[in-house]
């Protein structure tokens, strides 16, 4: 599943345009088009087909793992999860086995929506907060302090590596990037979060933040088999490299599962919680 890095690179590309897609801002949508009803998760589909015509594109950003693509009156939010692509395509391309839904804009191009697992979820809303107001901060914003993160972590009786994927805690990070910033901060993915102490906490709220702008500097990680053009997979310290040596202490990488999700971590470095 595409986490922040990825999400916001993919933000990055519809906003600016890439040497193979124009930018989406300006654009103006001529119409939608739903190819499987459950990707649209609001509103009917005949309501979507009556809103989005004629609306332009004014801004596209990232809250979470969502994309916020702003139109002229109401706001279309894009959740890709397991498998979800977004492409900018010209008329001329011919549509592909798992495309799920399509807007298609004047001047001959469309963004589609392309989601081979049908987990993925588009909504068109007036407010987004209807959709958004749930997510925690932003990890890269500047009022998610050191001070803050160790507050949060205080509120919780909760093991770290769950907590830390719970989008309602922090919004974002996912299995990729909350094994590398444990990593990185020496911490073990079991450590309950209350029992944090405060120079922990800063080590944690310093390595997230380092992974997230290193992955997005990177263009994300290209290890799904949908999500293309990252080389962050190429720098991972533990996330799956079990049975290899830790790039600090050289210790093979384990690997549980911890809340149903695979955690990696070194054991030397990341002591387990006594």
Request: contains cysteine; hydrophobic residues 35%; positive net charge.
């Amino acid at each position: 599943m595409p986490e922040l890095p990825e999400v916001e690179t993919i933000a990055t590309n519809l906003r600016r345009g890439t040497p193979n897609q124009p930018p989406l801002p300006g654009m103006i949508v001529s119409a939608g088009s739903v190819l499987w009803p459950r990707t649209l998760a609001t509103p009917t589909i005949d309501e979507f087909d009556k809103l989005i015509p004629g609306q332009a594109v004014t801004e596209i950003s990232r809250r979470g793992k969502y994309l916020v693509i702003q139109l002229s009156r109401e706001t279309l939010l894009i959740h890709l999860r397991m498998s979800g692509d977004l492409l900018v395509l010209s008329d001329e391309t011919p549509p592909a086995p798992h495309d799920r839904l399509i807007v298609r804009f004047l001047g001959g191009y469309r963004l589609v929506f392309n989601d081979p697992r049908k987990f993925g979820r588009v909504w068109l809303v007036t407010h987004p907060g209807s959709v958004l107001a749930s997510l925690g901060p932003e990890p890269l914003d500047e009022d998610f302090t050191p001070q803050r993160f160790y507050c949060m972590l205080q509120q919780h009786h909760r093991r770290l590596k769950p907590l830390l994927l719970d989008q309602s805690f922090i919004a974002g990070l996912g299995n990729i990037y909350t094994d590398e910033a444990l990593h990185m901060a020496g911490l073990h993915p079991l450590q309950l979060s209350q029992n944090i102490a405060v120079e922990q906490a800063g080590r944690l709220w310093v390595s997230i933040r380092h992974v997230l702008q290193e992955g997005i500097r990177r263009n994300g990680a290209s290890i799904d088999w949908v999500y293309r053009g990252g080389d962050f997979q190429n720098y991972f310290r533990v996330y799956q490299r079990t049975g290899k040596p830790c790039p600090v202490c050289a210790t093979p990488v384990e690997r549980s599962v911890i809340g149903q999700r695979s955690s990696h971590y070194c054991p030397q470095c990341q002591p387990p919680p006594v």
